[in-house]
């Protein structure tokens, strides 16, 4: 069994670290804050000084960051990711990132006789942990092949859509949905309220109709009671957004309700509501149709 | 068990109809077209020549037609279905209508001595067959339980959302979303399809995706295989829209993806695909994206 | 000279009353509220006790009334503008109304011998005291050449659009840029606002740009100070709006950015709004931007 | 009088050097590509072999290019603008770049001892040579007074918006405006055209109403005939437009009208129209009204 590394252990990377150390994975992490690791040591992982000290201890090296400039951030320089690649070596990127970068990334990587894996999961930590999550990846078969073994101790569905950037791109087409069904949800949760439905009978109804995707059952009770902490909160979202408005540009596929619902999380920033969960689109919403929240 | 009438025997009336006579119900059914019923009376479902007849013949009827004329149709005039109501019947209609309508039917019933249902169905032909049917039920409860029992043998899972016209509202307030998922949907596979991942793996991730609701899963299929007869065309998805635009405006509550999509259907019916199924959208946006179909 | 009847003299029917009286036309008027008209009996126009009695005392009788319903209060029953004309008169209606309906009167008003055009004008209260307001008709030409010099008297532009309804329609089409414009106008206001132009600076540079319509150059200056009275307010222009859709909705004509204009009218409803001038879709916005107003 | 400079001598720069040699200015210029620049050449401009060039043959230098790259490359390196720049010399950049941008260089021009203003221009060619063109100021005022006199025989108007940056930003809070009414105008005339109105006709009576801004007076007749060449074409404008939604995201201001325009210049770059002339929105809409072109 290959020894596997991890360079970014936030609350996604750390809980799939998490995942592979109780499916039997020697794992050795790093993280620019150790203390948020500390949990995953108790559990029997090596730390790692560097992403590249990471990536030296391992066979196949994974990461999970916030965005393009976090990944250049743990991949350039001499303690970054491919100063410690080498041949033999793979190297996973599960981060949400800008298609052109991680296949720019990819051809870096090649150049040091290592191969790259772009691999994005879609899904929550919910998702994660009730051992649902889909994992899409781009890149080389035969890489895919060489460490299927391990995304699958990740999650079940594991789907090669292509070259190098291709996952990334299809996370992209995906997320661009999370925000537009919870708009629609929430322009359905506010009709049936000003018609004087309940919230909470117009939520039941509408998570036990046709709609109610995963996202949906999880997030749509966020509209009656926010949560604590957001899993995913409007800055994070409306990142995916712009990605996915980027790559409609590039490509030339107008993304009418991309935008449109893009235009909401920027209302939501001008509210105030940028660090909620973008469930909070709700809450815009509900402002604009003279509900005060 | 009290002798069941019914009124609309469509695609998804007739369905209905037939779920009941499968359970044991005896079903006294009336259709504008006779021929379209003969498969229910070859099962034992009894003819009656009228709306009224078939009120007549019965303790609870049921309606399901196509609108708010349809149901003004059905409804009015000597053989009418308010005719034959009197103290004691029940009315259920599950047809989508007009909240209002709704709402003022059940007034001119209720002046007859008897007591009316609004009772709008939330899934397709496939969901009810899989008896996975949900249905939003207003008017007053006392009525709703002692049908309760006939409309569990149509869906498993029954709501009563509020008083009369409400569960009709709710139906229009879970359809926008219909729409407006579909489109996002399309957003993302044309995207896809546009950075070069082949549109089959492109609907096979995004339907094993936290995105994919029962609606995405038997619906998205067709923007890769158009099924033969629509099941819900893009008319019949603009009335359901323009219902919701309608309530929307009366209610005070922006609905900004709705119009979009509603829009979008607009342009369906404009490049002549009004007859499709809604999920039709999907051409009309890979037409926007250059891509000819 | 041929005598005139004028139906309706509110804030634009009255100055356009008065505008005919100035021109020393003979009119005979009408208005649902006499008290309102004093001003106009002053400067010399005689009084008919209903619309009726306006047409019969006149050759030419104008309309000019809130919508097609109110256009139905005047123009039906025994007191109405129809039971008055006869062979030879010809009716002309100001109004903004349903093009269906205006179509339809036309058939009714001809069953009666008598001739009528729809002939909405283009402009405010402002553009007719400066003697710049455009009229569109509709209907036969021979009839539009017969009143052709009344009509400018009333404003200089005249053009014939088509048959009867197709004014209407044209006014209707015209309407619809002017949400739209203010909409954008107030996205640019508060682009300058939120980068610390002051707004007055950036009104001014924006009005005398070349996106500086009419339009924007009397009602822009709104977003600095409201008037103290709408001239034209939210429920009078989504009406305009509503008119819109539904004929796009008809001829199969997608209007994206008037329904999404149309949704912002709506939030101003939400937000309590209704009664201001249109032009408090910049308040919407503002409130969207996290401007407190 | 101040000897002048000018960089980058297109369509617009060029005929503004035009217009200031024939105010009687020394002019100095230069051009990617020289032979665009032989007209000036014989009308008494000098040429310089390089931005440098132009800078140090002059006290007050202008450049006008096609946005932040283009900026970049005629400022930066051994040849560029700044490399010319010194004490007592002004630079007027009248390109349309990112705010950001046009404020960090600013800051670069002030560090070698010159100063910069930003001063954009609202209008086309034909406002400029009908003298009626409009410009925006941005810098210190001291600065602004120093080259009013050569800023008004450009154009009549010059507005002082504020600090450094944003003119550019005012310009581009104007531009929105430019695509949002010609999508509004275009929604209007193709309503009228499938009411069956001839487009001539359509087109005259909008452009005779309060809708016609100068921009729409000139660029309206384009629906009825393309120009042979785009003065403006899709991918300008949506580099505006893109320019305007950066903004709206940093600032926080939703942005909804200028989302949805953008997504229709995508549109129209999907349909291969991205060369014609932004009014080609017209042509994207006519397709999804059904009406091949």
Redesign the interface.
């Known amino acids: 069994m290959p020894r596997v590394g991890f360079v970014g252990l936030g609350m996604m990377g750390g809980r799939i670290a998490g995942r592979l150390l109780g499916a039997g994975h020697t794992v050795t992490g790093h993280n620019r804050t150790r203390a948020k690791a500390e949990w995953l040591l108790a559990e029997g992982m090596r730390w790692a000084e560097s992403p590249r000290a990471a990536v030296e201890a391992s066979e196949v090296t994974f990461s999970m960051v916030t965005g393009t400039a976090a990944l250049r951030a743990v991949t350039e320089g001499p303690d970054g990711v491919l100063a410690g690649l080498g041949p033999g070596k793979v190297y996973v990127d599960m981060s949400t990132v800008s ?1 052109a970068a991680s296949q720019e990334l990819a051809g870096r990587v090649a150049e040091r006789g290592a191969a790259m894996l772009d691999a994005p999961v ?3 930590v919910v ?1 994660l942990e009730e051992g649902r999550l ?1 994992i ?1 990846v781009g890149g080389d078969r035969q890489v895919v092949d060489r460490v299927l073994p391990i995304l699958r101790d990740i999650g079940p ?1 594991v ?1 090669h ?3 190098n950037g ?1 996952a990334v ?2 996370k ?3 997320n ?3 925000a ?2 919870l ?3 929430s ?6 309220a ?5 919230r909470e ?2 939520v ?3 998570l ?9 059952r999880y997030r749509g009770p966020f509209v009656l009671k926010p949560p604590q902490e957001a899993w995913f909160n409007v800055d994070m979202m ?1 990142k995916d957004l ?1 990605l ?1 408005l980027e ?3 590039e ?14 999380l ?2 939501a ?4 509501l940028q660090e909620r969960d973008y469930a909070t689109v709700f809450t ?2 509900a ?4 509900l005060e929240e």
Chains 1, 2, 3, 4 share one sequence.
């Not at 322009?187 to 049936?192: F, I, N």
């Not at 000003?194 to 309940?198: L, N, V």
């Not at 036990?208 to 949906?216: D, G, Q």
């Open positions: 298609p879609s899904g929550s998702t889909s899409m569905t789907t859509v292509g070259p291709r791109l299809m992209i087409a995906t661009l949905s999370l537009v069904q708009v629609a949800f322009e359905g949760v506010l009709l049936a000003k018609a004087g439905i309940p009978t117009a039941e109804v509408l036990h109709s046709v709609i109610a995707s995963p996202m949906l409306q712009l996915a790559a409609g540009r490509l030339d596929v107008p993304l009418p309700t991309t935008a449109l619902s893009n235009q909401l920027t209302t920033r001008a509210m105030g815009v919403l402002r604009m149709s003279g």
